[in-house]
């Protein structure tokens, strides 16, 4: 086990943990935003926000391939809404977000398939395998939207610059395991365009700033405390890498069904 954790892999850990998790530290700003302004519609989101966190935890202990699935999915969905939302342009959505989200998480899955479902079985169980041989569904899917993705490019011209990253983002995914690859899009891609496009209209929309960084702080403190006692728990009785495994993907997939249903959901149809 000790073997698996590699100083690839320890700074794949260290970039999710401690720049890829937090992004969602946000969404307090985000809330605000968009109409829980008071303390009492404030508590409320968090209320929700924080029963949907725990849901999703029991729901992967007693249904992990269900979960898995379902986090795969809302991971397309989410990757791909802000990818599009980066370019600037009210066509093409559905397509231009199919197309980003299926290249990320199907071609590091692709390029590093056994890596894959061996991350998978530690967040699951060995069932998880008897879906391996139909992969090349979601394989085939995915080229196709990437020529549709390279057609559409000759009609509109931002969509040219995608094609390079697309390219680029193929190249780290070819040169690196699962886990780095998914760390560099997941910090250096996805949380500098969510930022972006976040702190824009924070800036412009919102008066008390101080309440933005203060809510933002305190959620970075709690998701990195909190990731670190839940990793000392369960490190007593599994293996280091499979503990951070567990942390970092199950506890993602905890924070991006209430963060995807603020952002995807009642962010973007007030700022698009």
Sequence with gaps: MIAELTL????????IFFIGLPHGS???????????RNRFQFAQFLLYYILLFILVIFFWIYFPIISLTIFLIMTIFHFGLCDWTNFG????????????GMTIIFGIIFFNENQAFKIFEYLTNEKIYNFQNYFFIPYCLTILSLIYFFYLSFFEKKLQKGIIEIVFLLLVFFLFDPLLSFAIYFCFFHTYKHLKHLIKNIYINLPNKKFVIFSTVIFTIISWFGGLAILYILVQNISLYESMLKVVFIGLAALTLPH?????????RKFK
């Design 8 to 15: 690839y892999n320890i700074v794949a850990f260290l970039l």
């Design 26 to 36: 946000f969404d307090g700003a985000v809330a605000s935003l968009v109409g829980f």
């Design 89 to 100: 342009i009210s066509k093409y959505k559905y397509s231009v977000s199919f197309t980003y």
């Design 260 to 268: 995807m249903l603020l952002v995807d959901i009642v962010y973007r």
